[in-house]
């Protein structure tokens, strides 16, 4: 059924990735699916921004996060399960729309982001997401 299954997380934030991971991993094992878990940092390309840093700050943060997903990975992800790591640079729903094509995606599986007060509505990237994806979305509560 599902060959490609990608899934964005913000590592640092449980919310984007929890029930999506169960999710995840669920379709993947069954499926015989491979698992792509991306997170995304920001770009700091921008003149206003890039000046408050030093010139090689993305670099260095990207290295970073390149670590931490890793680690993400062997502590949240089971051993049977095929996996792709994916670090992108840029705006976070068009780095996951363009991670979708490349890898030839079946699915995206993705929380929406929201507190309670937003309870009824979709955060902004993932909303962009569903919008925009050339493939099937799902999205977690």
Not at 11 to 25: M, Y
Not at 69 to 84: G, R
Not at 105 to 130: C, E, F, Q
Request: net charge negative.
């Amino acid at each position: 059924m599902f060959k490609d299954i990608l899934l964005p997380v913000e590592i640092s934030d449980p919310t984007t990735w929890k029930k999506a991971l169960e999710t995840a991993v669920y379709l993947a094992r069954n499926c015989g699916a491979r698992l792509h878990v991306m997170t995304v940092v920001p770009s700091f390309d921008y003149p206003v921004v890039e000046n408050f840093f030093p010139v090689d700050f993305e670099a260095k943060a990207r290295e970073q996060v390149n670590k931490e997903l890793h680690a993400f990975v062997a502590e949240h992800l089971p051993e049977d399960i095929s996996v792709q790591t994916i670090i992108a640079v840029g705006s976070i729903y068009e780095q996951i729309l363009e991670t979708a094509k490349e890898i030839k995606s079946d699915l995206i599986i993705m929380t929406r982001k929201g507190g309670p007060r937003r309870h009824y509505l979709l955060g902004s990237n993932a909303n962009k997401v569903i919008n925009h994806a050339e493939t099937a979305v799902l999205v977690l509560e």
